[in-house]
Nanobody
């Protein structure tokens, strides 16, 4: 089993920044991918960004140039730096890890962008 603990969500004004963290623990294979999805009220959960164990990344078009994903393999932790936040970025952000052929999810952290 793998456990994920997210932190860093909150309320921020448009144009502001937030940094999310997600720490994984448990039975983690050495080669795994981590990333973030988000789900806005009344909408489906969508991929925001992901990073492989080798550091390859991909981003949703809506966040390219504003969000940056990074990871610390020694700590099994992934980070999401979110800059130039917009009201449409408001959502619950879910961390995930794909390890050993299984995808695990965090409980989610709320990000609200509002003046």
């Amino acid at each position: 089993q793998v456990q994920l603990v997210e932190s860093g969500g909150g309320l921020v004004q448009p144009g502001g920044s937030l940094r999310l963290s997600c720490a994984a623990s448990g039975s983690i294979f050495s080669n795994y991918a981590m990333g973030w999805y988000r789900q806005a009220p009344g909408k489906e959960r969508k991929l925001v960004t992901a990073i492989t164990s080798g550091g390859n990344t991909n981003y949703a078009n809506s966040v390219k140039g504003r969000f940056t994903i990074s990871r610390d393999n020694a700590k099994n932790t992934v980070y999401l730096q979110m800059n130039s936040l917009k009201p449409e970025d408001t959502a619950v952000y879910y961390c995930y890890i794909f390890s050993g052929g299984v995808q695990y999810w965090g409980k989610g952290t709320q990000v609200t962008v509002s003046s």
